[in-house]
């Protein structure tokens, strides 16, 4: 078993309180929850306007399978958050 994380640092250019970043942040981790069936949480910067740090969690079997899920989500993140400056670490253990 594999497990695979990808920490999107996240810059929201356009927030101007913190109440239009977390309907971003929710938009987020719903579309990848929903797409992906992974684990995701906002983990850092909770408090800022324009930044947040949001980890994506998900296991398989074996780390070929593992990176194809993973690359489908930066895929679809890029195509789907153009707007957003996102800085997206990648860890596999």
Do not use: C
Not at 18 to 23: A, S
Not at 61 to 74: H, R, T
């Amino acid at each position: 078993m594999m497990i695979g994380s990808l920490v999107l640092e996240i810059h929201i250019p356009d927030s101007s309180n913190l109440k239009e970043k977390r309907m971003v942040v929710r938009s987020i981790k719903e579309k990848l929850r929903s797409k992906f069936n992974v684990a995701v949480s906002e983990v850092d910067k909770q408090d800022l306007w324009q930044s947040a740090v949001i980890a994506v969690v998900t296991v398989a079997p074996d780390k070929l399978q593992l990176e194809k899920v993973l690359g489908s989500i930066v895929g679809f993140i890029d195509a789907n958050f153009p707007h957003l400056h996102i800085n997206i670490h990648k860890e596999i253990i």
